[in-house]
Structure formats: C-alpha cells, structure tokens
C-alpha cells in the first residue's frame, strides 16, 4: 500500500485540480464558504479521548511481538477488541470475528494468539473472516499459521460494497460478531457500516455487530458514499463542506512528513496572496487536516447511534505513533445478549 506520503501528494494534485475547475480558489475560500460555518464548526470540535489499551496484552508469548510501531498500534486495536468480551462474557468462545481490509491477516493472527495465550480461549472454537479486495498469494498471508493452531479461518476476496456476509457460511451458525479494521481506507469505514447494519438486520434475535474500526486516508472519502450525512446536515453543512473537509484532511500528516527531507511536499497554495488573511502557518495547517479527520469520522459515529443498538459508541485516540490515531468502537448493550 502506498504511504501517506504518496496520498499526501495525490490529494494536493486534486485539491488544485478541483481550484482550477471551481469557484473557490484558495484554501480560505473554502473553509468559509457557507459564511465560515466549516471553520467555526472545526473551531468547536470536542478534543479526542486517549485510550492506548496495548497493556491489555499480558501474556509473555504476545509482549514478544511488541517491537515495531505497526505492532504495538495492533496491540492497541487488540485490547479494544477484547473489551468486548467483557461485554458478551462467556460468548467469547461461541463468537466470529470479521478482519475487514484484512491484507495478510497479520492483525487477526496477533489477536489469535492473544485470545489463546491471555484468555485461555480454545483456539479451536474461534473463528475468523480476513475480508480483502486484493487477491494474496496464500504464502505471505497469516491464514495458514492460524488453521495450524486449530482457528476456523475463512478468506473472502470481494470489495466490502459487495459483501454480503449472511452468504459467509462461517457466520451462518455462529453467536456474536465482532468486526475490525486496521486500516479502512477513505470509504471503506462508510462501506463497513453499510454492510454490517445489513447483515445486523438479519439476526434480530442476536446481538449487533461489535465494531472496532480504524478509519484512514480521509481524502478519498466521497460524499456519495459518506454515512455522516446527517451529521454534516445537523450542523447546517453542505457537501461543499464535506469536499473541503475531505481535501483539507492531508494537511494532517505534514508534521510527519517533515521528518523525512524525502518525503517532502509541495503544499498548496503556500505562498498565494489570499484574501482575507495571510496564508496558513505550518502548525494552522496540520491543524486544520486533524480537525477535518475528526470531523468526518464525527459523522460516522453519529451514524453508529442512530441504528440504537449500542450500548456505547465512542470515537477514541488508540495510539500515538501515527497521524491515523482514531478508532471508531461500538459495543453491544448487554440486554441484547439474552434475547
């Protein structure tokens, strides 16, 4: 997968595009179209809660895998995860879970050998679904070490709009679910909820899915597909300020960027004269992206409680290691359970 780097540059080329071809050309034009309801909204945004849960992972046999910054962001998702067991108890073991934009599966292979070696679960009682739109050569993916361990492990190569997972024979006789991503790109957190609040509806009688999902790459986000409409409505936004949101959301990775001479960025519109003001410091512009990263995964937990059947739904910052720092998790009430 490309780096945000090279998404950084893809989103800049874009955003001039859509200048050359708009009537807003310049980034404050933008945000403050609508009489400046975009920059007083971002203005106003609550502060994201820290909840790096990584120490959750007791067992020796997983501290051993904390070596490497991907690892220890997955350690984080892990224990997140795990805070739904608490949730279903005893179901732990009756429960599936979803790998949504899987790659290797290397998340779902962590979260094996956690559930076995912290929480004595038989790992032949659980199984996975490692969901991916790319096809992998069976050798580079983690499927084979974990049916080695006695995981029920079911691959499915489909894009998540397609995804029907009432058709995955693996859930078709199962307890509770609990879908994950790291990462879901641009609309593919809004192509998870869709799909997950479908196959929900088909088994009214067993708790919703649990959700712990990492969304990423904002800018590819379209409105279309976006499930935080009415969140963006709400708060008298336009799908002009969703295409601002969206473009400005690179702007988040510039201090990362700058860390590294070789992955510098042209930034757009760095020295335009611009009405209204000077333009945007570095620090206002890095800023500005974080705000409308939170800003649209807003939306989507909006979406979340709106479906009613949560217990909690909470946006949080799961790790501090990278930019795409927010984990989207919805837990089930714990009524539902006994239905």
């Known amino acids: 997968m490309p780096t945000h780097g090279v998404w950084c540059q893809v989103a800049v080329a874009e955003a001039r595009e859509r200048r050359r071809s708009g009537p807003l050309d310049t980034w404050r034009a933008r945000v403050e179209c609508g009489g400046g309801?975009?920059?007083?909204?971002?203005?106003?945004?609550?502060?994201?809660?820290?909840?790096?849960?990584?120490?959750m992972l007791l067992g020796q046999d997983a501290h051993d895998m904390l070596d490497g910054?991907?690892?220890?962001?997955?350690?984080?998702?892990?224990?997140?995860i795990l805070s739904v067991g608490k949730v279903h108890g005893s179901a732990t073991e009756a429960s599936a879970f979803v790998d949504f934009c899987s790659?290797?599966?290397?998340?779902?292979?962590?979260?094996?050998?956690?559930?076995?070696?912290?929480?004595?679960?038989?790992?032949?009682?659980?199984?996975?679904?490692?969901?991916?739109?790319?096809?992998?050569?069976?050798?580079?993916c983690r499927d084979g070490r974990m049916r080695s361990k006695g995981a029920h492990v079911t691959r499915v190569e489909a894009d998540i709009t397609d995804l029907c997972l009432a058709d995955v024979p693996l859930l078709r006789e199962t307890?509770?679910?609990?879908?994950?991503?790291?990462?879901?790109?641009?609309?593919a957190t809004d192509a998870v909820l869709r799909c997950v609040a479908s196959f929900d509806a088909g088994r009214a009688k067993l708790?919703?899915?649990?959700?712990?999902?990492?969304?990423?790459?904002?800018?590819?986000?379209?409105?279309?597909?976006?499930?935080g409409k009415a969140f963006f409505a709400s708060l008298g936004l336009t799908s002009e300020d969703f295409a601002t949101a969206a473009a400005l959301s690179p702007w988040a990775?510039?201090?990362?960027?700058?860390?590294?001479?070789?992955?510098?960025?042209?930034?757009?519109?760095?020295?335009?004269?611009?009405?209204?003001?000077?333009?945007?410091?570095f620090d206002r512009k890095v800023w500005l992206g974080r705000r409308c990263k939170h800003l649209l995964d807003l939306g989507r937990l909006h979406a979340l409680k709106a479906r009613g059947c949560f217990e909690s739904v909470r946006l949080v910052q799961y790790t501090m290691l990278s930019v795409e720092d927010r984990l989207l998790v919805a837990l089930p009430r714990p009524s539902t359970l006994d239905q």
């Open 207 to 227: 708790p919703p899915t649990a959700l712990i999902l990492a969304p990423c790459c904002h800018h590819r986000c379209t409105w279309a597909t976006y499930e």
């Open 37 to 55: 309801k975009l920059e007083a909204v971002l203005e106003g945004l609550p502060a994201l809660v820290h909840e790096d849960r990584g120490a």
């Open 103 to 140: 790659g290797r599966g290397t998340l779902s292979d962590h979260l094996h050998i956690v559930l076995v070696a912290d929480r004595n679960v038989s790992g032949e009682s659980l199984k996975f679904v490692l969901v991916d739109w790319a096809s992998l050569k069976a050798g580079h």
């Open 175 to 187: 307890g509770p679910v609990t879908g994950y991503t790291k990462h879901a790109c641009g609309p």
């Open 69 to 80: 910054k991907h690892v220890q962001q997955e350690s984080s998702i892990i224990g997140h």
């Open 253 to 281: 990775t510039l201090a990362e960027q700058s860390k590294g001479a070789q992955h510098a960025l042209s930034l757009p519109d760095d020295k335009e004269a611009l009405p209204g003001g000077p333009p945007p410091t």
